[in-house]
Every structure is written in structure tokens, then in C-alpha cells.
């Protein structure tokens, strides 16, 4: 698709308008100042970037919007009206909608009875349901959403069925502004097509939508104006067509980053296969054929649902391989559990921070050391004395080594994760989206930090669903398909290579 | 563990304030305020409460309660819970009078019995928990009944035979000793038990099993054997609820109505203490201030005449209302948790 520029974009909406002002919004929480002095304009039928690193005060800012959050001081002006929403329900009221991450669906309900949850149709008390069916399918049509049925129920809708159907929800409010929170950190990349669409949509409506992000390409893709904040204070309000993406990075991070991703560390050569799988076979995968060597950064890419993240918990013991070997250091294992294959020397960093890879409630320090505790627990205390300077070296930045994980910020929690891998010195380590959702300061860390590994002789295998870095970082590109390995690729390749790959046609070709 | 180490860079008080809050943090500081409050109430009533010898008196009543409160601590800061201890305690007590049957040289092997009995309870509510993953909640809900029911088959709801001498000493008797006349056995155990229930929860096992607690597949991905540590926490509350049905037998002697009420009255006391239903949270520590909470509770009641038949209902409330708060504080909008968080300023 081609993203329309607001000048593109009639639809009859008067583009140079502010629909919102912001003012001087300043915000403190237990004294401490998250948001000092931000303005935010917002023009009808635009789209609209607000990025910064985490704890630059991105959600903030789109909490008091939502009125989730009470702006301390500062003034909010919706069609030239001062307004304060002391509740979201007032935000809704006034047309201003928000879509967080977190979805808020009821998964065994139908996407009609979602859309119009709390107020359905009723007919003489009772809720009728072919009003409600017929009203979602206009809205659906509307917006070109003729593939999504009112009455499926949203469990059996993918991701990005999912966040479509909060966007509905939203409009079926008749929003004229819509905050999305990070709509595409749990889409792939086919998904995310769909909601490019439904954005350009909503932009010809005449909607102004706020796109709070981290992937530099979507917001040079789809917004027309990025707003950039940094510790809680306005940077700059730019248009996306006269910015360079290195000048965006640097307003973000307040510091030139050289290259985004790092070169190889001198002396960085590869070594023996420290990894081996032979005709890897279960009933989501077949016939893989992978080696993974020490030094080297091998990368598995490919479609949601290509098997990836699976062949990642086959090695791991989480799923199993029914078919074929796997060796490790030219030993034939049989990682039946994630206990067996740690002590062979193995590190998963899960793709599901939360769900799969922290403790939440628990400390830094303890979720650091939780495989040792698990798997040498008498060795544990001495080795866990590695962890300090292991989680300094990651630049985390934590109230002390007894703050609870929840507390911080998705980067910093991800380095929580990589210390406790790196803790357990392993000679494999499968990396399953290591930058997802972490802010670019982060990510920079975690690429950096792969080199260090490779130096170091580590063999590394990262999933990823982001091309840029399986480009910028890999030595070798294994592209899957369905489960098999479609092709592999050198490092340096292109996007359109391994796309072409994983979609199984062409370069050049329609790509969905 | 409590002797601030010398402090670094940072200042003696922080040190000790950091090792009180690792004591009692975990939002369990409200139980103590709740203990210190209610002791201050009994002592309004009755000056003579704070006089040492009863004061011994109020630990040996209470030092059932405290283990049994531990021995639920580990379970439910794993994540379950264990109904079956009330009647494990009472089957134990049958159990040993029954065969113990006066005779001072049975004291041992019996002793040496009970407890493979109540490790093998606890195996048993592990591993039907664990394995054939069937909810704790049902598990020991069976095994309560079990207990219950074989203890009321077998001895018609009278107890035959009677408890040794030597049985009776832990929870009745004591060293001779001044200013307290009598230093309870019970306390002298009690110590030991939270002692050592609080270096378990400091070694890799103790750490490992409230992580399992609070995201057990995070555990399980982390190399944590989560069956294991799991059915290993079910053993310890049966353990301890044999050690509560000896402190209990030798306090109280032998009816048929022992151990009556009594998991109940540990969740409450562990729910008191600010540890989490659903695992994860609180400490061993505030489970065992929660059990002392409530004996005072029971204690003030007496004080003022209210009649016994009001436990129930009080515990009750209390469990409702320690949730309720546990859950509005968790629920409170804890500002750091959104993207803008007070961190200090980067480099």
C-alpha cells in the first residue's frame, strides 16, 4: 500500500485544523515528575507518531488524553473547548478513543457483542441481537472489513482480527480521535498490512489518530507528523517527510547512534558447530536441518506460524522433536525438558516476556538467579555472584537489585531475562524476539550484546519477525515455511530475498 | 540473619530498614500493626497478659497454629492450597494415642510413624495435584473428607488409648527457669521451626517455589521441575501438621474433635499476614505473625467474655477482609507501572 499524504487525503476533512491542543501538560506521580510542559496538536485526518524511549512518558501523555490520568497542570482543547476528562467514559463521550496493548475483549463473545458491549440494542429489554449483528456489519463495511463477521467470536479471530475489532469498538463510539498504543507489537508483519489499510481508512474519515510506536518504519510508512519526546519533555513536533530516520533516533535517544547495528567485534570468526539438528521433525515441523556455530549468528525467519518460535521450543524441550537428531558439541541429546536442555548448555529467551519469562512480582535479583536456583541449586549462591556486574553491563537501569521486575520497563525487564540466560554460561542461545516491544536505547544493548556473545564463541540462534535486524545482525538467514526450511540465506541479504522465501514467490511479485 | 551486616556506602538505618523490609515487606507490614494493636488491647483489659508466665501461656496455646500457619505458607505461596491439615492433625492425634496406648517406650517409633504418615499425606496431595492436575482446592477437599471420615470409622467418634508422658512434654511442658517460672518447649520449637522455615525460604528451593507461585510457566521455562517443588510444599504443611498434632495432643490431650477447623483457621492466618491467594507473594515471616494475630484475636475475645462459638464468624470476616485489602492494594494505580516510571536519568 501506499501510505496518502494528509494533502492526499481528502475525504472533505479540513487538514490544517486542530481537532486537539495540548498545553503545557505536566504530570507527577509520588513526586516525581513524568510529563513537564508537553504540547500535543493533533489535526483532523492526520496520522500522528509520539515516540520516545520508555519512560520518555509516551503512555502518560496518552493516559491523560484517554482521561485514564489527570494532568497536574496544562491545558486540553478538543475543537477550541477547554475539557478535562476526570474518567474515560468522559474521553469516549467526547469522541476521543484509546486501543492499549492490552486488549480489553471478551474472548468467547462474538465481535458484535464486543463492539457493542454495555450498550447493545434492545427491543423491549431484551438485547436484539440482529440489530447489534446488522450495525457491526454497516460498521465493518464501512470500513472495508467485509471479511470479519459480526457473529464470529473473537477467540477465533487472529492478532490482528483481534486489534481490528478493538479499532471498531472504538469507532463505533463515532471517535474522532484514536490512540493506539503500539498497535503492531504482537501483529506479524502480514497482519500489519491490515491495519496499514484500515489506518489510511480512518484517515481519509477525517479521523485523527495518535501512533504511539517504536518501529521506526511504521512511523515513516503510515505518519505524518512525529511528535518525539525525551524524559518527559517535548523534543520536537516534525514532519515524517522532511526527517531522516538516524535524526529521528537521535531526538529519541538524545545521542547520535553510530550504526544502529553494530559491527562484528574484531577476532569474531566462526567456530566449531556448537549445534546440529538433523531431519527435526514433529507435527508442526519437518525435515529441519540447522547448524548453529559458535561465533556466528544464525537467524530463523519466516512468517507467523512458519515454525519459528517452534523449532525454538523443540531445541528447548518445551515441544519436542518426534523426528531427527540434535547434537550438541557433537553429542547427540534428547531434550525432553527446558532442565535437560539447560545443563546441556542451552538458553531460551522466551518471545512472551511476561507470560513466559519473568517472575513478575518477584526481585531483579531473583528472577536473575532463578535458573541456577532451579537447575544447580548448589552452586547457585557462587555463581549467582557473576550476576551484579553481568546486569551493570547491560546498562539496567533498576532501583536496586531488590525492586520487583513489574516495575520496569519492558527493556529493562528484557535485560532481567538475558542476565539469568547469561548467568547460566551457555554455549547455545536462542534468542526468540529479543527486541520485541523494548525501546531503541534497549535494543541497541541487546544488539550489542550479541556481538559481544559471538566474540565470546557463543553460538547464537535468534528468531525474528523484524527484517531490519535479521539483516543488520544475521551471519546466516534460514528462512522457514510451513514448517519447513524454505532456503537459507547469506548475511547482508535483502527484505524482498526473505520475503520472497517466506512467502514462497518471487521477488517483485505480490507479497500477500 | 537479623545482625546488620556493617554497612557500606549506605547508612546503618537504611541497612536495617532494607533487612526489616526483607523481613516484612511484601506488604504484610499491616500485620504486625494489627498484632501490636491487638496486644495492646488485651493488655488494656488485662495488665497481668504481659507478665512473662502468661505470656508462656499464650505461646503454648498459639504454637499449633504458627507451624500449621507455615506449613500452608509454603503451599500457598506456590500457588495452591491445603485443606487437609485440620484433619491430619486430628488423625495424628487418634493415631498416637491409639498406639502409643500409654506405654512410654512406643514414644519414639510412633513418632517415627506419624511422620512417615504425614509425609505420605503430603506426597499423596502433591502428586494428585501435580500430576494428575487435579485442583489443590479438590485435592485436599478429599483428603480432609478422607481423613475425616477413616478417623471417625475407626475409632467411633471416641479415641481409645492414651498419649505417653515423653508425647505430652513439647506442647505441655518446659524448662524450669527464672523470671518465666516455665520456658515452654513449644516456644524452644516454634523458634526452631521459623528459623528453619525461614532459611528455607532463603535458600534456592524457597526462592524457586514462590517463582513457581507467581508464573509457573516462567519457572517451568527456567528449568524449575514445578511437580516437584510443588508436591515438595505439600509435604511440608503435612509435616508440619504433624508436628502441630504432637504440640496439640500434648497441649490438649485426646478427643475426637482435635484438629477441628484448624486449616481453616491457618488460612486465615497466612491470608492475614498479606500473603497472596494464588502464590507468589508475601513471606514466611508475616505467615506466622498472621497465626500470632489470630490466637490474640481469640485471645482479646476471651477478654471480653464473647462467647467461643464467635471463631468461626471472625474468621471468616477476617479472611474476606484481608483479601478485600490485599486485593484494593494491589489494585491501587501503582503509578511506576506504566512506561513512566521514576528512574533515575541515564548516563
Known amino acids: 500500500m501506499t501510505a496518502s499524504t494528509p494533502e492526499a487525503a481528502g475525504g472533505g476533512a479540513a487538514v490544517s485544523t486542530h481537532l486537539l491542543r495540548m498545553r503545557g501538560i505536566s504530570k507527577s506521580f509520588l513526586g516525581v515528575r513524568v510529563l513537564h510542559g508537553v504540547d500535543l496538536d493533533l489535526r483532523a485526518g492526520e496520522v500522528h507518531a509520539l515516540v520516545g524511549e520508555n519512560g520518555a512518558g509516551k503512555s502518560t501523555l496518552m493516559k491523560i488524553l484517554a482521561g485514564v490520568h489527570q494532568a497536574d497542570s496544562g491545558t486540553v482543547e478538543l475543537d477550541g473547548a477547554a475539557v478535562a476528562f476526570e474518567h474515560p467514559l468522559q474521553a469516549q463521550q467526547a469522541r476521543v478513543s484509546t486501543v492499549f496493548q492490552e486488549f480489553n475483549l471478551l474472548p468467547d463473545r462474538t465481535v458484535a457483542e464486543n463492539v457493542f458491549l454495555g450498550r447493545e440494542p434492545r427491543t423491549r429489554g431484551m438485547v436484539d441481537a440482529r440489530r447489534m449483528n446488522a450495525d457491526t456489519a454497516q460498521l465493518l463495511a464501512d470500513l472495508g472489513l467485509t471479511w470479519l463477521t459480526p457473529q464470529a467470536p473473537v477467540r477465533s479471530l487472529s492478532v490482528a482480527g483481534q486489534q481490528i475489532v478493538e479499532i471498531v469498538k472504538a469507532l463505533s463510539y463515532d471517535a474522532r480521535i484514536i490512540s493506539m498504543d503500539e498497535p503492531t507489537a504482537a501483529l506479524a508483519d502480514e497482519e500489519v498490512d491490515l491495519l496499514y489499510r484500515l489506518i489510511a481508512r480512518l484517515r481519509e474519515r477525517g479521523v485523527a489518530i495518535l501512533y504511539v510506536s517504536h518501529r521506526l518504519k511504521e512511523i515513516f510508512d503510515l505518519c505524518d507528523r512525529v511528535t518525539v519526546l525525551k524524559d518527559g519533555a517535548l523534543v520536537d513536533t516534525v514532519d515524517t517527510a522532511t526527517l531522516r530516520p538516524d535524526e529521528l533516533v537521535r531526538m529519541m535517544v538524545g545521542r547520535p547512534i553510530s550504526s544502529f547495528f553494530p559491527d562484528k567485534l574484531p577476532g569474531t570468526a566462526p567456530g566449531d558447530v556448537r549445534l546440529r539438528v538433523t531431519g527435526g521433525g514433529n507435527d508442526q515441523l519437518d525435515g529441519i536441518d540447522l547448524e548453529v556455530r559458535a561465533g556466528e549468528i544464525t537467524c530463523l525467519a519466516g512468517l507467523q506460524g512458519s515454525g519459528r518460535t517452534e523449532i525454538a521450543h523443540a531445541l528447548f524441550g518445551i515441544a519436542r522433536f518426534t523426528r531427527g537428531t540434535v547434537q550438541v558439541d557433537g553429542r547427540t541429546v534428547r531434550l525432553r525438558s527446558p532442565r535437560q536442555a539447560v545443563r546441556t548448555g542451552l538458553a531460551l529467551v522466551t518471545e512472551d516476556r511476561k507470560a513466559e519469562g519473568l517472575a513478575l512480582n518477584q526481585s531483579v535479583a531473583a528472577n536473575a538467579r532463578l535458573v541456577l536456583d532451579a537447575v544447580d541449586p548448589r552452586r547457585a549462591a557462587a555463581r549467582a555472584r557473576r550476576i551484579p556486574g553481568l546486569l551493570s553491563s547491560l546498562d539496567l537501569v533498576a532501583r536496586g537489585p531488590d525492586q520487583e521486575v513489574r516495575f520496569l520497563s519492558g527493556g529493562n525487564q528484557q535485560k532481567v531475562v538475558l542476565a539469568k540466560w547469561l548467568a547460566t554460561e551457555p554455549s547455545v542461545i536462542v534468542l526468540d524476539e529479543p527486541t520485541r516491544g523494548i525501546d531503541v536505547g534497549a535494543k541497541h544493548r541487546v544488539y550489542t550484546l550479541m556481538r559481544e556473545l559471538a566474540a565470546d564463541g557463543v553460538a547464537i540462534l535468534m528468531v525474528s519477525s523484524e527484517l531490519p535486524e535479521v539483516i543488520g545482525m544475521a551471519d546466516r538467514v534460514i528462512v522457514l515455511r510451513d514448517g519447513r526450511i524454505a532456503g537459507e540465506l547469506p548475511g547482508g541479504t535483502t527484505e524482498e530475498a526473505v520475503m520472497a522465501l517466506a512467502t514462497g514467490q518471487v521477488p517483485g511479485g505480490p507479497m500477500s | ?347
Open chain 2, 1 to 347: 540473619m537479623t545482625a546488620p551486616r556493617p554497612a557500606h556506602r549506605s547508612s546503618g538505618a537504611s541497612r536495617v530498614a532494607g533487612v526489616a523490609s526483607a523481613l516484612f515487606g511484601g506488604g504484610s507490614a499491616t500485620v504486625f500493626a494489627l498484632l501490636i494493636v491487638i496486644f495492646a488491647g488485651i493488655f488494656a483489659m488485662n495488665p497481668s497478659f504481659m507478665e512473662p508466665p502468661s505470656l508462656m501461656a499464650f505461646i503454648k496455646n498459639a504454637a499449633p497454629l504458627v507451624v500449621l500457619a507455615i506449613g500452608q505458607y509454603f503451599v500457598i505461596v506456590a500457588g495452591e492450597l491445603d485443606l487437609s491439615v485440620g484433619s491430619l492433625v486430628g488423625t495424628q492425634v487418634v493415631i498416637a494415642a491409639a498406639l502409643i496406648d500409654g506405654e512410654e517406650s512406643r514414644t519414639g517409633p510412633v513418632l517415627l510413624l506419624m511422620l512417615v504418615f504425614g509425609v505420605l499425606v503430603g506426597l499423596v496431595n502433591g502428586l494428585i495435584t501435580t500430576v494428575l492436575k487435579v485442583h489443590s482446592l479438590i485435592t485436599t477437599l478429599g483428603m480432609m473428607l478422607v481423613l475425616y471420615g477413616a478417623n471417625r470409622l475407626w475409632t467411633g467418634g471416641a479415641p481409645t488409648g492414651a498419649l505417653s508422658e515423653a508425647f505430652r512434654q513439647p506442647g505441655r511442658g518446659g524448662v524450669e527457669m527464672p523470671v518465666v517460672r516455665l520456658l515452654p518447649w513449644s516456644l524452644l520449637i516454634l523458634v526452631a521451626v521459623v528459623i528453619a522455615a525461614v532459611v528455607v525460604m532463603r535458600r534456592p528451593y524457597g526462592r524457586v517455589l514462590i517463582a513457581v507461585g507467581d508464573n509457573e510457566q516462567a519457572a517451568a521455562f527456567s528449568g524449575v521441575r514445578v511437580w516437584q517443588v510443588r508436591t515438595a510444599a505439600f509435604v511440608l504443611s503435612s509435616v508440619m501438621a504433624t508436628l502441630a498434632a504432637v504440640l496439640i495432643g500434648g497441649y490438649a490431650g485426646v478427643t475426637a474433635q482435635v484438629g477441628e477447623g484448624l486449616e481453616f483457621a491457618a488460612i486465615t492466618a497466612v491470608v492475614l499476614g498479606g500473603v497472596v491467594l494464588g502464590g507468589g507473594r508475601g513471606t514466611v515471616i508475616a505467615a506466622m505473625a498472621g497465626a500470632l494475630t489470630v490466637e490474640a484475636l481469640f485471645t482479646l475475645f476471651n477478654q471480653l467474655s464473647l462467647p467461643s462459638t464467635i471463631r468461626p464468624a471472625a474468621q471468616g470476616l477476617i479472611i474476606i477482609a484481608a483479601v478485600a485489602y490485599a486485593a484494593r492494594e494491589r489494585s491501587q494505580p501503582a503509578p511506576p507501572v506504566d512506561d513512566a516510571r521514576p528512574e533515575p536519568a541515564r548516563s
